[in-house]
């Protein structure tokens, strides 16, 4: 392990423990999700990537970052904002507010910044921090957007192998 992990969960846990970032619970996230469950899924993929890639990452400016990289603290669907103007500038909605709750560095307001990229074209990562938030989000945000896909894909799936099988097809998917 090139990284401590229980300095990462710890200022995690630190977060997680105050009221303001509990807040995030209200507010919806991609298909089912809520930000608050979100932020954690990229704080999580976050550590995971910086070990997998084996980078020797601010673990507390990390932590602090997954967590309020969508601090923006509204509901999307309420604001009549569409998707991509939402893309473009919540970050920077979720730096002021972060900063006036929690405040933060030049470098956390960066990779804050540049988890959009690259819709937020000219905000790149510039720290191993930043790409790792960048990559992480992207990541989760796929995957909370193909879970209700792949549970339909699923069902299908499981209805026609039963006509099949109802039909006398072979159950061992040579026919399938």
Known sequence: MVNDKELYYNELNRLLADPKV?????????????????????????????????WDIDEAELARCAILHDYYLYKI??????????????????????????GLTEKEMSVIRSHMW?????????????????LADKDIAIKEFAAPEI????????????KKAADGISKNGDDL
């Open 22 to 54: 509990q807040r995030l619970r209200e507010f919806p996230q991609h298909h089912g999700s809520n930000t608050l469950r979100h932020c954690i899924a990229v704080a999580k993929r976050s550590f995971e990537l910086a070990e997998i890639f084996g």
């Open 151 to 162: 549970k339909k894909a699923a069902g299908l799936a499981r209805k026609l192998r039963g």
């Open 118 to 134: 690259p819709l937020t074209l000219l905000h790149p990562p510039r720290s191993l921090e930043a790409a790792l938030l960048c």
């Open 77 to 102: 669907k309420e604001t009549g904002l569409s998707a991509y103007r939402h893309g473009t500038s919540h970050p920077e909605v979720a730096i002021k507010n972060a900063r006036k709750d929690f």
